[in-house]
């Protein structure tokens, strides 16, 4: 009995770590689209340039919290979530044509992306 609880606990994980990960894509292109509009220095432009880009920043907070230990959303762990926040923003234009993002763009996105963040439910990024 013991086995059998493990084994469905293990697939109900796997079932709702790929659900959370879709989840979380589609509310980064949302954020991503929301974000492009009110902060100036951050600009996407086309639709495929955003779902690449949900999918650089995505990829890179997961390298990120896997590799580093580190909650990578703008108010994960305070401060420091936020600087690797815009950071993960600021490099995934290099990824991404049609992305510019300045410097002061990555800032004021990253607090964008934490306040939409805490308001829509679940976490984004």
């Known amino acids: 009995m013991a086995n059998d609880k493990k084994v469905e606990t293990e697939k109900n994980t796997r079932g709702k770590g790929i659900g959370q990960w ?7 292109a949302v954020i991503l689209a929301i974000t492009s509009f009110l902060t100036p220095g951050f600009t996407i432009s086309g639709l495929w340039s955003f779902i690449l880009a949900a999918v650089v920043i995505t990829v890179l907070d997961y390298l990120v919290e896997s590799f580093m230990g580190v909650d990578a959303s703008p108010f994960g762990k305070g401060l420091k ?8 923003i600021y490099l995934a234009q290099f990824l991404v044509p049609y992305m510019r993002v300045s410097i002061i763009g990555a800032i004021l996105a990253a607090l964008v992306i934490g306040i939409i963040d805490a308001i829509i439910p679940g976490r984004a990024m």
């Open 81 to 88: 979530g936020f600087v690797i926040s815009a950071i993960i």
């Open 22 to 28: 879709l989840i979380r894509f589609v509310l980064v």
